[in-house]
């Protein structure tokens, strides 16, 4: 199982980026895939998550209105498109593979190696 | 500010036993939702080290292992080894939030 993300880097206040995540080593429309984000000196975040058939999206508040998170099950691939980024949105971002039998029980069992986005005049 | 409290910091030799404790509240943990363990080395993947409170995945080894009572977990590493520096992070599930949430995470130095 690997995952890799790319598209990070350093976009100006108000800015917009789109990351992807490449996944090979399974079937990836069987799972939920997440977001999750850390800022420098601080804990994980969630970020967004989307269901295999990308029927179920959920967003977390802080970033809810200005990203989109969707998939391409061909290319098997995810994406997070950012908008109106801000300073407080950098940070290192990682896409996950969610597992579990509901949201009780979710959790990550694989993790991509993260892509920095850096939010700076 | 992370939705499940953490230590910034614990440490022990070579050989010895450690334990990092997660605290929630009756949103989360206390609500009976899973606590899961992470491994993050910087600049790596996080690599999961526990799932549904106490269990290990294949790969793992048994010198981890974890306990949850009311609205804490707590993770145990013994025979430390070198290696083992790392951060350690809790994550579970608050249903207030409905959101998947975190420990600020804790490291781990080995002395």
């Known amino acids: 199982v690997q995952l890799v993300e790319s598209g990070g880097g350093l976009v100006n206040p108000g800015g917009s980026l789109r990351l992807s995540c490449a996944v090979s080593?399974?079937?990836?429309?069987?799972?939920?895939m997440t977001w999750v984000r850390q800022a420098p000196g601080k804990g994980m975040e969630w970020v967004s998550s989307i269901s295999g058939s990308s029927t179920y999206i959920s967003y977390a508040d802080s970033l809810k209105g200005r990203c989109t998170i969707s998939r391409d099950n061909a290319k098997n691939s995810l994406y997070l498109q950012m908008n109106s980024l801000r300073a407080e949105d950098a940070a290192v971002y990682y896409c996950a593979r969610l597992i579990g039998g509901g949201f009780s029980q979710y959790y990550f069992d694989f993790w991509g190696q993260g892509t920095l986005v850096t939010v700076s005049s | 500010q992370s939705v499940l409290t953490q230590p910034p910091s614990v440490s022990g030799a070579p050989g010895q036993r450690v334990t990092i404790s997660c605290t929630g509240s009756?949103?989360?943990?206390?609500?009976?939702?899973?606590v899961h363990w992470y491994q993050h080395l910087p600049g790596t993947a996080p690599k999961l080290l526990i799932y549904g409170d106490t269990n290990r995945p294949s790969g793992v080894p048994d010198r981890f292992s974890a306990s949850k009572s009311d609205t804490s977990a707590s993770l145990a590493i013994t025979g430390l080894q070198a290696e083992d520096e790392a951060d350690y992070f809790c994550q579970s599930y608050d249903t207030t939030l409905t959101a998947l949430v975190f420990g600020g995470g804790t490291k781990l130095t080995v002395l």
């Open positions: 080593g399974f079937t990836f429309s069987n799972y939920v």
């Open positions: 009756s949103s989360n943990i206390g609500a009976g939702n899973d």
